[in-house]
Every structure is written in structure tokens, then in C-alpha cells.
């Protein structure tokens, strides 16, 4: 069983930056895919960012320019750097992994993201 621990979320200020951090159970290299998605109360969960193992990253057009997706192979974690929010980016976002194998998805438990004067 593959375990995501998502950590760094938090109360920040328009304009602020936060970087959401997931730390998982299994190698880099049994991953095909990771990614952060979000998702509000009463809302379909959205894609965030992705990146694959070959690197190439994918963004939500609403985050362009203003989020970064990165992997750290040695330590397994893959973060979420976030510039300029802004309220509408309030949510809880998630940890997703696809692992090579069967392509099988795992979550993370969600963190809390609030953007707030």
C-alpha cells in the first residue's frame, strides 16, 4: 500500500506564497505520475499540477505562471510551490500518484489552503 503524507498548508494572505510538500511510501521510480488536485466543498476535484517521470509538468490554466510542480527523487516528495493566491484558491488540495504498474492511483488525506485578508 502506497502512503502520501501531504504536509504545509495553512492561512496566508492574498498574495502570499505557500509550498505544499507530499512525501510518499515508495520510490520515484514506481511512479508514473504525480500530481496535487483540489477540490471544495460541494465541487468536483481539479487538477492542479502534474509532472511525470520524465519530467514534462501539466497546469490548470487558472494556476499558469503562478504555480510550480517539482520532485525531490532523493527524499520521494513531490511540492507544490504557490505565488500570488488568491482567495479563489482556497480549497483542500491532494496528493495523487499513478504508479507504473496497472496505473493504480492513490490519494493523500488533503491539506487546508486558505487565502484570506
Known amino acids: 500500500q502506497v502512503q502520501l503524507v501531504e504536509s504545509g498548508g495553512g492561512l496566508v494572505q492574498p498574495g502570499g506564497s505557500l509550498r505544499l510538500s507530499c512525501a510518499s511510501s515508495?520510490?520515484?521510480?514506481?511512479?508514473?505520475?504525480m500530481g496535487w488536485y483540489r477540490q471544495a466543498p460541494g465541487k468536483q476535484r481539479e487538477m492542479v499540477a502534474l509532472i511525470t517521470s520524465g519530467g514534462m509538468t501539466n497546469y490548470a490554466d487558472s494556476v499558469k505562471g503562478r504555480f510550480t510542480i517539482s520532485r525531490d527523487n532523493a527524499a520521494n516528495t513531490v511540492y507544490l510551490q504557490m505565488n500570488s493566491l488568491s482567495p479563489e484558491d482556497t480549497d483542500v488540495y491532494y496528493c495523487n500518484v499513478e504508479m507504473r504498474i496497472l496505473l493504480t492511483n492513490y490519494w493523500g488525506k488533503g491539506t487546508q489552503v486558505t487565502v484570506s485578508s
Open positions: 515508495v520510490s520515484f521510480f514506481s511512479i508514473n505520475t
